[in-house]
């Protein structure tokens, strides 16, 4: 079955950076574009960043030029590097795939806190 697992949960001070993963499995990952998106506390998921299988990628403006999603296709692998944090970027980070009529698949979240 399709699962996506998500890692480096953290608290951060303002300036500070951050890398979140995500190992993908029990689908075809090299062949689908790898999403992740956060919710903050009172606020509805927003998407951040996404990532086709080619490496063309496109990220919100709130995030632009901070930071960087990429992928390993030999890993099954997603990231998500954040640097610059701000307390505007707390929020539960998740990892997403959607595969059409196959479904569109969450990982758990894992919670990113920026604050000194």
């Known amino acids: 079955q399709v699962q996506l697992v998500e890692s480096g949960r953290g608290l951060v001070q303002p300036g500070g950076s951050l890398r979140l993963s995500c190992v993908a499995s029990g689908f075809a990952f090299n062949s689908y574009v790898m999403n992740w998106y956060r919710q903050a506390p009172g606020k509805e998921r927003e998407l951040v960043a996404n990532i086709n299988s080619v490496s063309d990628t496109n990220y919100s403006d709130s995030v632009k030029g901070r930071f960087t999603i990429s992928r390993d296709n030999a890993k099954n692998t997603v990231y998500l590097q954040m640097n610059s944090l701000k307390p505007e970027d707390t929020a539960v980070y998740y990892c997403?795939?959607?595969?059409?009529?196959?479904?569109?698949?969450w990982g758990q979240g894992t919670q990113v806190t920026v604050s000194s």
């Open positions: 997403n795939v959607w595969r059409g009529v196959r479904g569109e698949y």
